[in-house]
């Protein structure tokens, strides 16, 4: 059973930085999919980026493109979200998650992946 444990979640205002970290308890597989999702009161969860351990290559929700950078240090078994610029809509739970495979990597859909982390708060007031 892999266990995905989140941090880095805090309170910032408006325009400030964070970097989440999510570290897994096992050797993350090449043919899998991580991915960051977050969840604001009384809404759905939503796929934040997503990234593939094969090649490195990275998916970002219309939302927060060009302002987060996800990233994967496969020796440490970590998967890093850098979130610039932040905005209080950025506000909620931040999720870390993999999948088995990487197929739908690239849709950002939380269905397909079968780990996930308790979770790291995200507070951006104004």
């Known amino acids: 059973e892999v266990q995905l444990v989140e941090s880095g979640g805090a309170s910032v205002q408006a325009g400030g930085s964070l970097r989440l970290s999510c570290v897994s308890s096992?050797?993350?597989?090449?043919?899998?999919?991580m991915g960051w999702f977050r969840q604001a009161p009384g809404k759905e969860r939503e796929g934040v980026a997503n990234?593939?351990?094969?090649?490195?290559?990275?998916y970002y929700s219309d939302a927060v493109k060009g302002r987060f950078t996800i990233s994967l240090d496969n020796a440490k078994n970590t998967l890093y979200l850098r979130m610039n610029s932040l905005d209080p809509e950025d506000t909620g739970m931040y999720y870390c998650?993999?999948?088995?495979?990487?197929?739908?990597?690239?849709?950002?859909?939380?269905?397909?992946?079968?780990?996930w982390g308790q979770g790291t708060q995200v507070n951006v007031s104004a």
């Open positions: 998650a993999q999948s088995y495979s990487g197929d739908y990597c690239y849709a950002l859909i939380a269905g397909e992946f079968v780990y």
């Open positions: 096992a050797t993350i597989s090449y043919t899998s999919c």
């Open positions: 990234i593939l351990p094969r090649d490195g290559t990275a």
